[in-house]
């Protein structure tokens, strides 16, 4: 799937699909009032670490989704 630039209200980014990574967000931004306010480069939720209550190990933090 090629990358798709979508604009709604006042965020725009980029959607790609990785075979790997599956969604991809990329350069999101916020305009502010004719000021563009980047807030992120890269998103993926195969990257996303989450913080679990069991402090034991490796309980702490874990990948939400194994690649």
């Known amino acids: 799937m090629p990358p798709v630039a979508v604009v709604n209200d006042n965020v ?13 967000l990329s350069t999101i931004t916020y305009n502010d009032d004719g000021v563009i306010r980047p807030i992120f480069y ?5 990257e996303m670490v989450v913080p ?6 490796p309980h702490p933090r874990k990948f939400a989704f194994d690649v």
Do not use: K, M, V, W
């Open 12 to 24: 725009e980014h980029t959607i790609a699909f990785g075979h790997r990574e599956g969604i991809i």
């Open 42 to 46: 890269r998103l993926s939720p195969a």
């Open 52 to 57: 679990y209550a069991a402090p034991e190990h």
